[in-house]
């Protein structure tokens, strides 16, 4: 009997005890770790939150920059872009900016940037400058608007929102598959020796030029020859008589720029 109660005392006594105190301690002290541990992350969670929908967003429209153009303003773009306050910078799409931007204004590139700190958007854009007015056919009748020097249509809506050209220069008859020719002579429009009034496109595809003292010229619809007509051009401004300049009605055949022909109206004879 003696024995058998010998072999229960152990697991009553003083060691057995501390080791259950100090496990309940850890327990406790675990507890309390997680309790702190989910508090914070609660805090933490929170002002991130208040930090998103608060503090990282476009609330005025003095946290846009705009960089590129003198002639769009800040305003402008929000208007086009279709921007509203507050809006969160998280939740904020730079491309679909750039491709409403694209169709809205008068620009041929731009790049927008989410700028977290300080918070705001930096845009960056190229302008299209109009070089000359425009007018195009449609089926309802003529459409009016611009050009720049990549002979890219303009809208004349869109044009409004950029600057004016600087001359009364005209492209009539506007059409895509002539635009590079149209930049081409967009380009070389101070080297040929008379002022350009007008680059006419005839619905067949042929081109024609009217400047201010050799008239109406003929170049064709062979894009090949273009370089080669300008360069004629520029060399009979110098070289044609003042006789025959600025004559009502005269036509100079270019498309063959080898063999310019001059083309001159014949004077109406009376009957006696």
Sequence with gaps: MKSSASNRQPSQGPGIERRRKLRRQRRRERLIYLWRMLIFTSIALGLGWLLLSQGWSLSNAEQIHVQGSDNIQVNTLITAGELRFPQPLLGFNPKALEQTLLRKLPIKSVVVHRRLLPPGIDVDLQERIPIA??????????????VDIDGQWIPVDVAKKGERPPTKLTVDGW??????????????????????????????????????TLGLIQ????????????????????????????????TIDMSDPSKPELQIPQPVKEDK
């Design 133 to 146: 007015y425009a007018l195009r056919r449609r089926a309802h009748g003529q459409e009016q608007g611009m």
């Design 175 to 212: 059409t895509a598959s002539q635009r590079q020719s149209i930049s081409r002579v967009l380009e070389q429009r101070d080297q040929l020796g008379s002022p350009l009034e007008r680059i006419i496109v005839a619905p067949d595809g042929e081109l024609s030029l009217r400047t201010k």
């Design 219 to 250: 170049l064709g619809a062979n894009s090949a020859l273009l370089d080669e007509q300008l360069d004629a051009v520029a060399q009979l401004s110098q070289t044609l008589p003042p006789t025959f300049r600025q004559k009502p009605g005269t």
